[in-house]
């Protein structure tokens, strides 16, 4: 549809209006191993990355934080995270670390034989907050280990999700020793809430016994729809509502890379349909106290754009 003069300053000015209203509640991004280090190794990349996140008002990130194709920053090469923590605290971006890999197969660590593996992961991160100043630190760990990646999840998903849980503790156990008030928390899918453990005890959906055992999590939220039955708004509300309880702080996660599931992610779509559903469900989440923002995956998608998706919406419309 061609739009005459007025008409496209109508149509930037309602997106400029939706976008407001959704980045107002915060936002953040995960950025995963190839981009990170390569934020860390080059200035140049660093200061686009920045200036994008800025543009998309983005006010948090995501950084890997653990070892890449046989490079360890972390432990080897500290400064290069201190440095690019520093540039982006200079232009309003908290950094937050993210640990977990496809590369590491980090998957397994929910195994009892390979826990002290992921345990010795966020060992690390409270190593480099504990050595650095604190303007360098990392505001909060954010844990992706999903353990429903495994090959035995369809076997024996029950036993995999008591397996996340025990190695939860481990990984908040190893906190409290090192004396960290570092807030750390998983990436969770929003299904976990229809399903029920007993677990110390307790019976009650996976979802509360996770948000029981961290200081925060993200629910991974991935649908392309803020309303109805299938939607953001609707798959969230039992997990902020448990949150808002505990007092703790939820975060949204919502995909913008392609998938042969169209529903899960925005890619498809253009930006301005993507704000447009992300502020109908802020004027539902924003009622939660739990409510933290939103949080995108990830950075190398949501800057690729979203050209492709405009005739996905004129469908839908």
Do not use: C, Q
């Amino acid at each position: 549809m061609n739009l005459d003069p007025n008409g496209r300053l109508l149509a930037a000015a309602l997106f400029l209006l939706s976008a407001g209203s959704a980045r107002a509640a915060g936002r953040a991004v995960w950025v995963w191993e190839p981009e990170t280090f390569a934020m860390l190794e080059d200035r140049r990349v660093a200061l686009e990355a920045i200036d994008f996140l800025r543009s998309r008002g983005v006010d948090a990130v995501y950084l890997y934080a653990d070892s890449y194709k046989g490079r360890s920053h972390i432990e080897k090469k500290p400064k290069l995270y201190r440095a690019l923590i520093r540039r982006l605290a200079k232009r309003g971006i908290r950094s937050y670390a993210l640990l977990g890999s496809w590369h590491l197969r980090t998957h397994e660590y929910v195994l009892p034989e390979r826990r002290a593996e992921a345990v010795a992961m966020l060992e690390r991160v409270l190593a480099y907050n504990a050595s650095v100043r604190p303007a360098e630190r990392f505001a909060g760990v954010n844990i992706d280990i999903e353990p429903h990646m495994l090959e035995g999840w369809k076997t024996d998903r029950d036993g995999l999700l008591l397996d996340f849980l025990d190695m939860s503790n481990d990984l908040m156990d190893a906190k409290r020793r090192a004396g960290a008030g570092l807030p750390t928390g998983p990436a969770i899918p929003f299904w976990l809430d229809r399903i029920e453990l007993e677990w110390n005890g307790e019976r009650k959906p996976v979802s509360e016994h996770v948000l029981d055992v961290y200081d925060t999590a993200i629910l991974m939220n991935y649908r392309d729809t803020a309303e109805g039955r299938d939607g953001l708004i609707e798959h969230a509300a039992s997990e902020l509502a448990y949150a808002s309880k505990l007092g703790k702080r939820l975060e949204i996660g919502v995909e913008v890379t392609p998938n042969e599931i169209p529903k899960v992610t925005f890619d498809g779509h253009t930006e301005e349909y993507m704000e447009e559903e992300l502020a109908k469900a802020v004027v539902i989440f924003s009622s939660s106290p739990a409510f933290g923002g939103f949080v995108i995956h990830h950075y190398e998608s949501y800057r690729a754009g979203f050209g492709a998706g405009k005739g996905k919406d004129k469908e839908r419309r």
